[in-house]
């Protein structure tokens, strides 16, 4: 499976939506080369969340030098009927996709199977109202690669992680089967990086703690070091 040849003991995944847009280009130059090998591509339609961010174009642009460097992008959908938008992804160069169960319900595993057609890997997320073991239940039915643990609401970069995300990581961890990877997004730093990891986590989604430093590599190495 991809996501097993992608993932090393865990991984940081810096959050472009956090990046400067007027030289990404650079900015994921420069992780690439500090380390990183997977990036998370946030997308906001302005419905399911309320900002419109980025879409296939700016992935399509990034695409061939992330994947020329060996890195990953990994694809979290915050959005409505995301596979009407598989497609498209898929030839925009996106390696992974992640669904909301809040927006795909019991409908979980036909959507699976439609973004398996275009040769995507798939994940899980879901919102900090609904119930961990719904989640891990339909996640399980359907198959999925990750379960995306949302430690703040979605949509906005810069949120603290909430308080009860730490026991809502340990108990998707236990639920799950040990091949499904635990990702958790929101509010992650090099204070609390390690307690997410005990907890059960093993990728971690990074915005501000990465790219609103002004060293982003340093600020990267910082989070693995706390990691390790």
Known sequence: MPWEEWVRTAEIEPSIYAADFSCLGDQLEMLLRGGVRIFQFDVGDGQFVTPITTGPIVLQSIAPGVHAAGGILDCHLMIVEPQ????AFAQAGADSVTVHYEVVGERLRDVVAQAREYGLEVGLAFNPETKVATAATAAIAADVDLVLCMSINPGYSG?????????????????????????????????????????????FVAGSSIFGREDIVRAYRRLVSALA
């Open 84 to 87: 009407r938008h598989f497609a």
């Open 159 to 203: 949120q603290q992680l909430m308080p009860d995300a730490i026991d809502r990581i340990r108990e998707l961890r236990e639920l799950l089967p040990a091949h499904m990877h635990v990702q958790v997004d929101g509010g992650i730093g090099p204070d609390n990086i390690r307690q997410v990891f005990e907890a059960g986590a093993n990728l």
